[in-house]
């Protein structure tokens, strides 16, 4: 298993004591366990807690952290001898507590014995969640509003984990530089491939090779309008646009996310370039936008603005570009947000609702083009968060009758027709915020329409 080196050490530590500054009662922070496929020793992988991973930083199996006044209690059981046979010898619980940096460590039974007065957050994982609500006697529900101490917890985390210290940048541009290595190869395979799963072979086969894994489930589809499409079966074939939103997630489980989408042939068709130009002048706006103070809010008004502007360019709008975001038309081709936060989750912290991503007193729109903003805070150095404008053409929605009703005439439908090749298209990079303005930590992938032809030309 991996281990945190002396300065990481160092980092756990001062995150501790960074909480301790912001909240005067202890909590405790359950790591999640694996769950059998069928019998025991074989399970699906773990995805430790993320928020465990903040302090702990190793993806340990059910174990848990007692955080107070700086101070970190291991709690986790040796491996029964019987494991050794299946997963190797484990090093005991005090080389463990070694390796993070715990004060004190003990068998899971005692922290029953630790549980006065303690904050939590609930648990992703079912099976560990059941062990939390019962221990603590309270009804926790994930992606619920969390209540009293619970509650002040949750934004203390939230506070620590919204700008990313020296240690996560560092972990963050790991993934970044594999994410981006990984789309390169998607590219160079494509035009040998015949189907969407060979290229999500390729593009994760370099995630692997550095022994990282998938940040979520790629998306490798010639139906980018199916925003999460979990398939990869479909043939990919001259004319198709694919759409690869691939990311890589460190060992310690920070998280790279990114989308690029090119043409299978190597070379955009007229229709889908324009289309192409439209989604790249809302990317680009948005990034140029970007530096401390700004409203993420606002960013995501000027992609919708920029995406509206090309479209009423294109003859598929009509209109002006601000009347036409103010009535929402932009979302029939541009439905979700602009972006989100990153950094150990991609949706970092959403497992908290709207915590992290909403600034205090700030509720969700229930507008439609507004609802899926996932975050509108303002920007501060150090938050890392994605920009990643697209155009779709979602069956559910464009041949929904109320909508047709209500754009009829705002649409050109007879224009919009003519581009039938052009099902979904996405550009995502991963952006932090600096001092002065922004890095885009996932530069080095090319985005420009003849840079991307390039790479998938000559491979
Ligand atoms: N990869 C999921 C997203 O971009 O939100
Ligand atoms: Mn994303
Ligand atoms: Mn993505």
Redesign the pocket.
């Known amino acids: 298993m991996f281990r945190p080196t002396l300065s990481l050490i160092d980092t756990l530590r001062q995150r501790r004591q960074r909480l301790a500054n912001l909240i005067n009662f202890p909590a405790i922070i359950w790591s999640g366990q694996t769950s059998p496929r069928n019998f025991p020793a074989n399970v699906f992988p773990l995805r430790a807690s993320s928020h465990f991973l903040y302090f702990a930083g190793l993806p340990l199996s059910n174990a848990a952290i007692r955080l107070d006044t700086g101070k970190l209690q291991l709690f986790i059981d040796d491996a029964k001898p019987s494991s050794a046979l299946w997963h190797g010898e484990m090093p005991t619980r005090e080389e463990i507590a070694g390796q993070i940096g715990a004060d004190a460590a003990y068998p899971m039974a005692e922290l029953e014995s630790w549980l006065e007065s303690v904050a939590t957050i609930p648990s992703q994982d079912a099976g560990t969640w059941t062990q939390q609500t019962q221990l603590l006697n309270r009804w926790l529900l994930p992606q619920q509003p969390l209540a009293g101490i619970d509650l002040e917890l949750a934004n203390a985390i939230v506070n620590l984990r919204l700008i990313h210290d020296d240690a996560a940048i560092a972990e963050l541009r790991k993934a970044a530089a594999v994410t981006v290595k990984a789309h390169k190869a998607g590219m160079r395979v494509t035009k040998s491939a015949k189907i969407e799963a060979e290229v999500r072979a390729a593009m994760e086969a370099v995630i692997i090779a550095h022994n990282m894994t998938t940040s979520y489930s790629s998306i490798v589809t010639v139906h980018g309008e199916v925003l999460h499409n979990d398939k990869y079966h479909h043939p990919i074939q001259p004319g198709d646009l694919l759409l690869a939103d691939v990311g890589a997630e460190t060992e310690m489980g920070w998280a790279g996310?990114v989308t690029r989408t090119w043409a299978v042939s190597g070379k955009f068709s007229s229709t889908q370039r324009d289309i192409y130009e439209v989604v790249l002048a809302a990317h680009d706006a948005s990034i140029a936008k970007i530096r401390p103070g700004v409203e993420y809010r606002d960013i995501h008004l000027l992609a919708c603005t920029a995406i509206a502007e090309g479209l009423a360019n294109l003859g598929i709008l009509r209109g002006k570009a601000e009347d036409l975001v103010e009535m929402d038309a932009h979302a029939l081709f541009f439905p979700h947000g602009i972006?989100?936060l990153l950094g150990l989750d991609?949706h970092d912290m959403e497992d908290l609702g709207d915590l992290a991503g909403y600034e205090q007193g700030r509720l969700r729109s229930d507008r439609f083009g507004l609802g899926y903003l996932r975050l509108n805070r303002p920007l501060q150095p150090g938050m890392l968060v994605?920009i990643?404008p697209g155009f779709y053409q979602v069956p559910a929605i464009l041949n929904d009758p109320n909508f047709r009703s209500k754009y009829e005439k705002t649409v050109n439908w007879e224009r919009l027709s003519e581009f039938a090749d052009v099902r979904g298209i996405r550009i995502?990079n991963d952006v932090l915020v600096t001092n002065e303005a922004s890095e885009v930590l996932t530069a080095a992938l090319p985005y420009s329409v003849s840079d991307v032809e390039n790479l998938v030309t000559n491979p």
């Open positions: 996310d972006g989100h991609v994605t990643e995502e």
